[in-house]
Structure formats: structure tokens, C-alpha cells
């Protein structure tokens, strides 16, 4: 692939107040542009995108969103600003509590011409039992930065990078365009520090509930046995650790050579005959339709 493409950086956040300043500072090294959705954060998030705006020029706040969090919101983001794109360009979902291991820059460029999209390989932090004595024992816990956590699994994975296209399609409030024809082979690797705190978590349920976010997040608001389960996790006998999804060290990694195999992963998903079909009919009648729209 040629060296000579943008990556857009396209982020959705509410109440990160305690990392987002870190998220997106460390994208700007390999993001073009970085545009921010702010969903009515009611803590300091709002403060700290506007800082990061006034340092950096890549930074661009869309606003605040009030309605509920909704996967299209992306959408928003990619129809608002998608005039700075040209073909062959790369849109990234970056979420606010993660951290790239892979250069995005280095990665997209050994892809092959025909790929348009690319998995992550997710290794999600948790929260022990020994994070939780740690800081059940501490008076002021504006001292636990998310850099404290060293126990991971890596056991998430979905699209984090599409190709721009003339005849890319991304309907409205859906998360991803409906016509990807070819996933990389490889995945890209990621930190995600998603449960932090005690209070965040807590603040984390919150915000993801259905009367807050709709269905959205019904793969994490589930009861807490399944919640367990599903990540392979041992249930813990104290009722306290189960609220808190506390995770027991032993189920984790620390390591800091961030391997992962396939087999611990979603499936990569692989376009079959029929919907290369149907994206072919999309992919005509886009081209068809900014044509029509090009000689207007």
C-alpha cells in the first residue's frame, strides 16, 4: 500500500475526565485529524477535549450530543467531515479509555491494496482483588492513574479501521459502512483500560444502562454470573468483588510481550458470496449516485 494516505480518528466519549487528555494526546502521533463527539460528559471531559483543541491542530471538538449513545454517532462524525478525505484514506474508531500498541501509520501501510478493513486485537484491563484493597487503603484516590493496572486479557476483538472509498457506504446510525469486502488477515494490537476505579466502574454501569444508552451495551449490562462467564472468568464468593466485576489475577496476564492467538478472539469475519454480491450492487450505486451528484 502506498505511504501517502490520512488516518481520521473518529471518538465518542462520555465521562473520561481521568484518561481521555492521555487518549488523545497519544493519537495525534499517528491521527491526522482527531474529530470528537462529547456525549454531555458530567465530569471534567468537556474541560480537558477543549485543552486538548487549543494544543493541538488535529483536534477537532464536533460539539456535545445530548440524545442517548448510539453506535451511529460515528456516523455523524464521518458525514460531517468526510470532505477532508480522499480515496484510500483510513477511518479509525478510537474510543476514550484506549491506547494503540501498534503504530496505526505502520500497520495500514504493509496492508495489501484490496483490504478495507481491519480488526484489533483487544487486551482489556481489569480490575483485581489486589486494585481494589489498594485503593480501599487509600485516602485520596485522585492518585490512581489508569498506568497502575497490569493484569489484562486479551479476549475482545471487532473492526477499529475502514478504507475510505468514492463508493463507501455508511448508512445513518449504523457503526460501520454496509459494503467491506476484505478484513486484514492480521489484527491491530490495542490497550484497553476499561475499568479503572471503583467509582468509574460504578459510573461505567451507569452510563451504559438501558435507560441511558438503550441496548446498546447489552453484551456488558447483563446479570453478573454471565458477565463472568462469558469472559471466562472465575465468579468470586464475595458479593462486593461480583458488583465491581472484580477479576481475579489469576485469570489475567501481565506480560509485556502482548501475544494473543486467533483462537482466544471473535472470529475474523470473512465476506461470503452472497454478501460480496450485495456489496457490489451497493458499491454501483454509490458510484453511480456521487457521479450523478458530481455533474450537478
Not at 473520561?16 to 493519537?27: N, P, V, W
Not at 483485581?128 to 493496572?149: K, M
Not at 472470529?267 to 450537478?296: E, G
Request: charged share 30%; glycine share 4%; proline share 2%.
Amino acid at each position: 500500500m502506498k505511504d501517502n494516505f490520512n488516518v481520521f480518528a473518529l471518538v465518542v466519549v462520555k465521562n473520561e475526565g481521568d484518561i481521555i487528555f492521555d487518549t488523545i494526546e497519544s493519537a495525534t502521533k499517528w491521527a491526522d485529524k482527531i474529530f470528537v463527539i462529547d456525549n454531555m460528559s458530567t465530569d471534567n471531559t468537556w474541560e480537558k477535549l477543549n485543552a486538548l483543541k487549543d494544543k493541538y491542530d488535529n483536534v477537532i471538538l464536533w460539539g456535545q450530543y445530548g440524545g442517548k449513545f448510539n453506535e451511529g454517532l460515528r456516523q455523524i462524525l464521518y458525514r460531517e467531515y468526510r470532505g477532508f478525505s480522499s480515496e484510500n484514506d483510513w477511518w479509525c474508531r478510537l474510543d476514550g479509555d484506549e491506547f494503540y500498541i501498534d503504530n496505526p501509520k505502520d500497520f495500514l501501510k504493509n496492508l495489501p491494496t484490496d483490504v478495507d478493513h481491519v480488526y484489533n486485537a483487544s487486551f482489556q484491563y481489569y480490575y483485581t482483588e489486589q486494585d481494589y484493597r489498594n485503593e480501599l487503603n487509600l485516602s485520596d484516590c485522585a492518585e490512581l492513574n489508569y498506568n497502575r493496572l497490569k493484569w489484562y486479557k486479551c479476549n475482545h476483538s471487532e473492526i477499529r479501521f475502514v478504507k475510505n472509498k468514492r463508493t463507501l457506504c455508511w448508512p445513518q446510525e449504523e457503526g460501520w459502512p454496509c459494503n467491506l469486502l476484505k478484513a486484514a488477515s492480521g489484527r491491530i494490537r490495542l490497550k484497553h483500560f476499561q475499568y479503572r476505579t471503583i467509582e468509574q466502574i460504578k459510573n461505567r454501569f451507569l452510563v451504559r444502562s438501558r435507560e441511558m444508552s438503550g441496548d446498546t451495551f447489552k453484551h456488558e449490562i447483563v446479570s453478573e454470573e454471565v458477565w463472568y462467564k462469558r469472559r471466562g472468568f472465575s465468579l468470586p464468593n464475595d458479593d462486593e468483588l461480583k458488583k465491581h466485576r472484580i477479576v481475579s489475577a489469576t485469570d489475567l496476564s501481565d506480560s509485556e510481550k502482548y501475544e494473543y492467538t486467533d483462537t482466544e478472539l471473535p472470529k475474523i469475519v470473512h465476506i461470503n458470496f452472497k454478501k460480496r454480491i450485495k456489496c457490489l450492487v451497493v458499491a454501483l450505486y454509490m458510484k453511480f449516485f456521487n457521479d450523478f451528484l458530481f455533474k450537478l
